[in-house]
C-alpha cells in the first residue's frame, strides 16, 4: 500500500484523538472533583439508581526496594528500617444488580 493511500485511510484520525484526550482530561478533573467530594463528606457508601460508591480507606505498606538492593544480603531489620505505611483511600464503584 502507498504512503499516499494509507494517509487517507487515517484521516482525521489525529483530531479524533485529540478530542478523545480532552474529553478524557475533562473526565479526569470532574472523576476528581467527584472524588474529593465522596471523600469529604464523611459517607462511607452512597447509592444511586445504577450504581453504588464505596469509600475505602485502607492502609498501603511500601517497601524502598531500591535501597534495599544497594545492599547485599539485606537483612529483617534492614527490610522494616525502609519499610513505610501510607493511609490509602479508594473509591469502588460497581454496577447494581437487578436494574
Known amino acids: 500500500m502507498s504512503n499516499a493511500k494509507s494517509q487517507a485511510n487515517l484521516t482525521g484520525l489525529a483530531d479524533e484523538l485529540g478530542i478523545i484526550r480532552a474529553q478524557m482530561a475533562d473526565l479526569k478533573n470532574r472523576e476528581s472533583d467527584i472524588r474529593t467530594v ?14 453504588r460508591a464505596v469509600v475505602v480507606e485502607s492502609m498501603r ?13 539485606p537483612s529483617r531489620q534492614l527490610v522494616t528500617a525502609h519499610t513505610s505505611e501510607n493511609e490509602v483511600i479508594s473509591i469502588r464503584v460497581n454496577a447494581r444488580r437487578g436494574i
Do not use: C, P, R
Open 38 to 51: 465522596l471523600i469529604n463528606s464523611g459517607v462511607h457508601t452512597l447509592e444511586d439508581e445504577q450504581f
Open 61 to 73: 505498606t511500601t517497601i524502598d526496594w531500591k535501597t534495599v538492593a544497594a545492599k547485599l544480603k
